[in-house]
C-alpha cells in the first residue's frame, strides 16, 4: 500500500484542479477520492474527426474486439492551443502505435498532473460510438484508472 501521505497529496492535487475547473470543493474531493478509490472514468477520445482517424475507427470497429485494442497515454507539452493535452495512442495486437485523438481538455487538466508527477493511469479501449446515420462520425470511448 503506498504511503497515506502521498495519496492524500495526489487527492488534494485533484480536488485543487477540479474546483479551477468549477466544482465546489466538496464535489471535487469526492471526485478525486472516487478516482483514487479505483473506480473508473469512462470518457470519449477528442479529435477522431481529423486525418484518417475515422478510417481508423471503422476498421477497428468491423474488424476487432475491444480487448484487442492497446491503450496508452502521452503527455504533449509541444501542444499550442493546450498546455495540458494528453494523447490517447492505441495499437492493435501489437501494432505500431496510432495517435487517435487526445482526451477532453477539462478531464486532461486533471489527468496532466498525474502523468507528471509519474503516477500511472491504467487506460482501455471501451468502444466505438456512433455512425448511426450516414453523416455522422464515428467516436470513441476509453476507460481510465489509477494503476
Known sequence: ??????IRRMVATMANRLKKM????STAF???WELVKG??????????TKGNRQKALRRILTAYRPEQVRVSLERNT?????NNAVNVVISVNGSARYN?????RNLAYVVSVLL???IQLAAAFKEVRGRYMPYMNYGAV???QLA
Not at 468549477?22 to 470543493?25: A, F, N, P, V
Not at 472514468?41 to 477528442?46: E, H, Q, S
Not at 509541444?78 to 493546450?82: F, G, R, S, T, V
Not at 487517435?100 to 477532453?104: M, N, S
Open 1 to 6: 500500500m503506498e504511503n497515506i501521505h502521498t
Open 22 to 25: 468549477g466544482l465546489t470543493l
Open 30 to 32: 469526492k471526485k478525486a
Open 39 to 48: 473506480k473508473s472514468i469512462n470518457t470519449r477520445v477528442a479529435g477522431v
Open 78 to 82: 509541444a501542444n499550442l492551443y493546450d
Open 100 to 104: 487517435l485523438g487526445c482526451i477532453p
Open 116 to 118: 507528471d508527477k509519474d
Open 142 to 144: 476509453i476507460t481510465l
